[in-house]
């Protein structure tokens, strides 16, 4: 076979959340896998990823694929390999035998979907040629990040409910994520005296990943501007003061993520300003894994987190005044611009294609706070839920060199102070946190985060 082996305790699962489906809405869904996208010619194409909305109902990535899910029954459309590919790709598993492997009721060509369509809703696929093809057969607009049809809208609203709290076997894939995710890290903290350049470290933590035959679940960030948030550059040489940001996640065959961040220094040794805002960074990391509990909401982790970096920045002398009060002046966002995290899943960011509906609790909407704006998250949690935690402090350019938020906090922010600063650009420290009935579990606690640990681990 070609394609993953299911187990039958998988098969098990996907019959439970399809049997969980139909108890939430009354007519049925279609959702599509998605297609390859070629980049010069058919057989060249772009990595595969199905959607994870297709992946959570029919646990094995199939591309061009559909399945239609009504009151408990799983149809699946695609087409049978044609007869010439075998010669390229092997003998594929028939329509048939994927059928039985994720335990369809009916299989049935692509080209017949057209005549099971009625009444069905849908959510958009990302790439234009599947949600333009949905677009077509369903003869209204399907389009990422908008719901504008009432029917697929209450679906989505039914998957964000199921998706939103992870069942057993999506734990098992989960932890798997999170375990290879452990030793990416280790292996990059391990190869940077050896390395001259970003990009090798990168190679040393991607080769772990792909030895153990998953991808990653995000493009990685491997970085010592750490200050850039999304730097997918890595061709930076590696300098002895600097620090190494590394944002890198697995995600398991079967599309599970994990999400994580470390930061370490280059030279095997963290200065003593590094070392003093890294600790900083931790102790909001702590506070806000130490407070996660059923019931406790999300965005009231972030504003400890905003409150233990502007109480660590006074006492460095960075800023001024109460910590309190500085948080309520979203003084904290000029060094902590994002949110504490987010749900992780099937994706990281997980459900974001379906916008804040997944995120934030129903009748909530984001706040226009320069301080809480980016938060993904509002909700109460509750256990089964995976989020991270990621406090961060950057020193941004386009934040910190801004006239207007130079004369709006001149005289909150010791600006000769922090140019002593000057050599830490960019901490994160991110972990993955499983939400229980008695607390958390953090899936990624294996990976040290303590400065003294984390610089042995550089120096081993
Ligand atoms: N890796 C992306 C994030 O941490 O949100
Ligand atoms: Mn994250
Ligand atoms: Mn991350």
């Not at 049997?19 to 007519?27: G, N, V």
């Not at 990653?216 to 300098?239: A, K, M, P």
């Not at 931790?282 to 400890?304: M, Q, S």
Request: charged content about 20%; hydrophobic content about 45%; proline content about 5%.
């Amino acid at each position: 076979m070609l394609i993953p082996q299911t187990s039958s305790s998988l098969v098990d699962t996907l019959r439970q959340r399809r049997q969980k489906l139909a108890s939430l809405i009354d007519f049925p869904a279609i959702l599509w896998s998605g297609s390859n996208s070629p980049r010069n010619f058919p057989a060249n194409s772009f990595a595969f990823r199905a959607n994870s909305h297709f992946l959570y109902f029919a646990g094995l990535p199939l591309a061009n694929a559909a399945i239609r899910l009504e009151a408990g029954k799983l149809e699946l459309f695609m087409e049978d390999p044609s007869p010439s590919s075998a010669l390229w790709h092997g003998e594929m598993p028939t329509r048939e035998e994927i059928a039985e492997q994720i335990g369809a009721d009916v299989a049935r060509p692509m080209a017949e979907l057209g005549s099971w369509l009625e009444d069905a809703a849908t959510i958009a696929v990302q790439d234009a040629a599947t949600w333009t093809q949905q677009s077509q057969l369903l003869n209204r607009w399907v389009l990422p990040q908008s719901l504008p049809q009432e029917i697929d809208l209450e679906l989505a609203k039914a998957i964000v409910f199921l998706r939103l709290t992870h069942d057993d076997a999506a734990l098992t894939e989960l932890r798997k994520a999170a375990a290879v995710t452990v030793q990416v890290h280790k292996a990059g903290m391990a190869a940077t005296p050896q390395a001259k350049l970003e990009a090798e470290v990168r190679a040393a933590m991607e080769g772990v990943i792909i030895a153990n035959n998953m991808t990653t679940s995000y493009n990685s960030i491997v970085t010592v501007h750490g200050e850039v948030l999304h730097n997918e550059h890595y061709h930076h040489h590696l300098q002895p003061g600097d620090l190494l940001l590394a944002d890198v996640g697995a995600e398991t065959e079967t599309g599970w993520a994990a999400d994580v961040t470390r930061t370490w220094p280059v030279s095997g040794n963290f200065s003593s300003t590094q070392r003093e805002i890294y600790n900083v960074v931790l102790a909001a990391h702590d506070a806000c894994i130490a407070k996660i509990y059923p019931g406790v909401e999300y965005g009231d982790i972030h504003l400890l987190a905003a409150t233990v970096i502007a109480e660590g920045l006074v006492d460095l002398g960075i800023l001024r005044g109460n910590p309190q009060d500085l948080v309520e002046m979203d003084v904290h966002a000029l060094f902590f611009p994002h949110g504490i995290g987010h749900l992780l899943g099937l994706d990281v960011h997980d459900m974001e294609d379906l916008g804040d509906l997944a995120g934030y609790e129903e009748g909530r909407t984001r706040s226009d706070r320069f301080g809480l704006g980016y938060l993904r998250l509002n909700r109460p949690l509750r256990p089964g839920m995976l989020v991270t935690i990621e406090p961060g402090f950057y020193q941004v350019p386009a934040i910190l060199n801004d006239a207007n938020v130079r004369s709006t906090y001149q005289n909150v922010v010791n600006w000769q102070r922090l140019s002593e600063f000057a050599d830490v650009r960019g901490i994160r420290i991110e972990d993955d946190v499983l939400v229980t009935t008695e607390g958390s579990e953090v899936l990624t606690a294996a990976l040290p985060n303590d400065a003294n640990i984390i610089e042995n681990l550089v120096n081993s």
